[in-house]
């Protein structure tokens, strides 16, 4: 149930305690309130401002709430009916959960007020669920929103309410993608990827913000990242979808120097996935998303020794570099050599050098 749901439940259980004369003027759910009996003495009832017609207490744990109804009618109440109606019902909700309490007995089950929900999606391959809101690393993440679920993980675009730097500012929201047992280990190299290319300074991927263990699983294996950024504006599926001339340029341009980029980096992946956002001819992105796959071919660290690549890394070169490539429109093919050249260019003047095995399988495919 949502805090929505719970809420109304408590407004029903509520208007039923004001019209039962049998009901006490105060009330616990003792499961969550170790010390709930110190709750309900009648020290703690008290008369009903203008502005409430009831108030929550919370314990000295701070982690359990009491529903008060005070009311001028609880003081005319008897104390023996006041004592068996307070004792069935803390007998009660002593041996019924808030899940067993809704299923058989909605109205007459309270609700709690807390800080957290749990929400639960039931996907394609598996279970996700969620208390919001979570702490990961130092950001404190709410309002999750279903972006979509595959072999890797579900993926979500949440609000990240307690940001750390300007940086953050710029993006309010991150992507949470949560693994599933299967696919854990991806979800980690995928991270562990993304650092390596941020290291290298390559364009047009995302940042991995943090890694953590997945808290609701019992196997200890499922993993999440946060990510950033999410792209907000309207997403394009393919290239030649642009409307402009410009706005492809300016894509495919983007999309070549990032292969470059990673190339450099030594990184190389399989199953391209390109996002494509489009808010104006002024305003184009490309992000390449899910890493998974990714690969570190080649050592990019200074005094790192150079040896050719195995016959396995090539390959995996080779598609890389062919996968981008086939998604450049006809009508931009023109424009692949003179980018890719420029970009290699950049890359000998910077602290970079790419692997000449690496750069022999880019300049063959050029041709």
Known sequence: FTTTMKRLFAACFFVLCCCSEHSSCAFTTPWLAPSFTNNINNDEIHEPSRLSRFKMYSNEHGNSSVLAVPSAKCKRWGRGWEHRGRAVVMIVAYFLSLETCFMFCPPLCLAVTTETDTLTWQLGNGQVIFS????????????????????????????????????????????????????????????????????????????????VPYPFDESQQRIMIAMTPVIDDTIISRISDL???????????????????????????????????HNGNENQQVMFIDMTEAKVVAS???????????????????????????????TEASMVRPVVMDELARVQLSELSMNADLKDILLDQLQ
């Open 132 to 211: 919001n809101p979570t702490k990961i690393g130092d950001m404190t993440l709410a309002d999750p929103e279903l972006l979509g679920s595959g072999g890797g993980g579900a993926v979500f675009a949440i609000t990240n309410t307690q940001k750390q730097s300007q940086e953050m500012d710029k993006q309010p929201r991150v992507a949470l993608k949560i693994s599933w047992t299967k696919s854990a280990t991806s979800v980690q190299n995928e991270c562990k990827i993304l650092k390596i290319l941020q290291q290298n300074h390559v364009p047009n991927v995302e940042t991995c913000l943090a890694m």
């Open 243 to 277: 409307p402009t001339q410009e706005a492809r340029q300016q894509v495919v341009s983007g999309m070549l120097t990032t292969m470059v980029r990673m190339l450099a980096a030594g990184v190389v992946t399989t199953d391209v996935q390109l996002l494509i956002s």
């Open 300 to 330: 990019t660290k200074e005094n790192a020794p150079v040896s050719p690549l195995s016959i396995v890394d090539k390959a995996l070169a080779g598609s890389f570099i062919s996968e981008v490539l086939v998604l450049v429109p006809d």
